[in-house]
């Protein structure tokens, strides 16, 4: 049976054997507690489930449990015996979870007893002890002092000559690091996230109510205009001219489930599509009904569209930058105190000349997943939002001023775009907010 002291490759993870083993196990609960409690963590219920799962019965000494199949029928419900190969569940938050353990200690590195670590290929944790001289909650004993030898002058220049070489070998390679980083575009370090997962990224669209005119309708209609709307082609792609004053029925409509996706959001998950496909990462399109909550808390997603698309208002619903309808008039509010508008500016026949959106890139989202919406007032809006996630020139000018680390926040952007003949053009930045 494995205890505490070892590591899932059976080496010694403590340096220090007058520490016993229940110190250890309240010094690794304490650092669960600890991680679970932080933002990271705190609403990622699955994130939280599975480690807490992996890492009590790592600490009972029950490895057994720490298969993928246990995992995914004890954690995520699934049916004893399903398909792992086509059900991926438990790998995918896996490197979720890792992710996060991962921000959760570049956030304080230096704070942490012991170190819970998830290694890649395994669901067994690992702990890596941080100190070997002390128990939890106990100061360390001062070191003793090194032995005084004597050397030579000779020896002395040597040992410095060394140093210096290592020194300077180790600073050429962190600022090779830190270029290669650099190097990497920001379209690229914006959408790096979704690696983190091996699903595929989620596009969803909404596909709101559409109702048709029924087939007597058409038929009435020709009864005085021989001749005209003979076939579904001219029935579905021309419009029917009735009399403003005529009057129909409710049984002379029908809901049509085969139509009513938005222009604007089909333009903007063509162009997204492209996108990710370029950059190797697979994806799928939902519409409608194609999609639940359950999908996007086992994907990344990217949501299209802002008042059609129930999912887009429920999880921006409350951020900085949020959607708004009031009194049948659709806007953008900020939340105090900046409490700036921005609403669609129309032409002199009712066309949108310009319109706004909202780009917003959720490392935590209600879903407990890497989320990014892509959202207009309008359609021109959500159209113009996708070009601006996906092109380099756009997001830099962006994020010219983005904080530090602006890779590591949550951030939502407020764009603007000018249209002619319901085409948008270029987006442009006008507000950010970074948490």
């Not at 954690?75 to 353990?101: C, I």
């Not at 200690?105 to 941080?130: D, K, T």
């Not at 000018?397 to 002619?420: C, D, F, H, S, Y």
């Not at 948008?424 to 507000?431: L, M, N, S, W």
Request: one cysteine or more; charged letters at 25%; proline letters at 7%.
């Amino acid at each position: 049976m494995r205890t505490l002291i070892e590591s899932p490759e059976n080496h010694e993870v403590s340096r220090s054997p007058a520490e016993d083993v229940d110190d250890k196990r309240k010094a690794v609960h304490l650092e669960l507690e600890k991680i679970l409690a932080s933002p990271f963590f705190r609403s990622a219920a699955r994130s939280r489930q599975f480690l807490e799962y992996v890492v009590e019965h790592q600490l009972a000494g029950h490895p057994e449990l720490l298969k993928e199949r246990t995992i995914g029928t004890e954690v995520f419900l699934r049916p004893a015996g399903y398909a792992t190969g086509d059900d991926p569940v438990v790998r995918v938050q896996a490197g979720e979870v890792r992710r996060r353990l991962d921000q959760y200690y570049r956030a304080r590195p230096n704070g942490s007893f012991v170190r819970i670590e998830l290694p890649v290929g395994s669901y067994s944790p690992a702990f890596q002890w941080l100190s070997t001289t002390a128990k939890p909650g106990t100061p360390a004993p001062p070191s003793p002092e090194p032995e005084i030898r004597r050397t030579s002058h000779a020896k002395f220049w040597a040992i410095t000559a060394i140093c210096l070489v290592v020194a300077l070998a180790a600073g050429g390679a962190f600022f090779a690091i830190h270029r290669a980083l650099r190097q990497r575009s920001v379209v690229e370090q914006f959408w790096s996230p979704i690696f983190a997962s091996q699903q595929p990224v989620l596009i969803c669209l909404a596909k709101p109510v559409l109702y048709r005119p029924t087939q007597d309708v058409y038929h009435r209609y020709a009864q005085t205009h021989p001749g005209t709307f003979q076939t579904e082609v001219e029935r579905a792609d021309q419009p029917l001219p009735l009399n403003e004053n005529e009057n129909l029925s409710w049984r002379d409509m029908y809901i049509a489930s085969d139509y009513g996706v938005a222009l604007g959001d089909v333009y903007a998950a063509v162009s997204l599509s492209a996108y990710l496909g370029k950059i190797g990462k697979p994806r799928q399109v939902r519409i409608g009904t194609n999609y639940s909550f359950e999908d996007l808390r086992n994907s990344p997603d990217v949501v299209v569209g802002a008042f059609n698309n129930k999912w887009t208002m429920q999880l921006t619903s409350n951020l900085h930058f949020a959607f708004v309808e009031d009194n049948e008039d659709f806007m953008i509010r900020e939340e105090p105190p900046g409490h700036r508008i921005w609403k669609t500016r129309k032409g002199a026949h009712g066309e949108a000349i310009e319109d706004f959106a909202i780009v917003s890139r959720l490392l935590d989202s209600k879903t407990g997943q890497f989320t990014i919406t892509v959202a207009g007032i309008g359609g021109t809006g959500t159209q113009a939002a996708a070009e601006f996630v996906s092109n380099s020139e756009y997001l830099e000018e962006a994020l010219r001023n983005a904080p530090e680390g602006w890779q590591t926040k949550n951030m939502e952007v407020v764009i603007e775009t000018t249209v002619t003949d319901s085409v948008p053009g270029p987006p442009h930045a006008i507000a950010s907010y970074f948490w």
